[in-house]
């Protein structure tokens, strides 16, 4: 049974950062794929940050240049560095590993931006 755990979400100013962490119940290379998706209130949830078995990343337009995805490989987990938040960036966010046939989701943490 594959878990995904998040954390790290919080209330923050607008410019602030966050961290939010991932952990994984198995060898994050067992998915071809790890991601962070995002979702506010009465809109749908949005994939923001990716990252591949290979290390490839790709990010939504908007959050391009202030967020950034990685992977620790021997803590099995992926990371998200939040950086200039701004309130538009209020959500919860999602932690989700892909793989051939399957996708698994964590229970999702928030993150509050507001002053």
């Known amino acids: 049974q594959v878990q995904l755990v998040e954390s790290g979400g919080g209330l923050v100013q607008p410019g602030g950062s966050l961290r939010l962490s991932c952990a994984a119940s198995?060898?994050?290379?067992?998915?071809?794929?790890m991601g962070w998706y995002r979702q506010a209130p009465g809109k749908e949830r949005e994939l923001v940050a990716s990252?591949?078995?290979?290390?490839?990343?790709n990010y939504i337009a908007s959050v391009k240049g202030r967020f950034t995805v990685a992977r620790d490989n021997a803590e099995n987990t992926i990371c998200l560095q939040m950086n200039s938040l701004k309130p538009e960036d209020t959500a919860v966010y999602y932690c989700n590993a892909w793989t051939v046939g399957m996708s698994y989701w964590g229970k999702g943490t928030l993150v509050t931006v507001s002053s």
């Open positions: 198995v060898n994050v290379f067992s998915f071809g794929a």
């Open positions: 990252i591949t078995r290979a290390g490839t990343t």
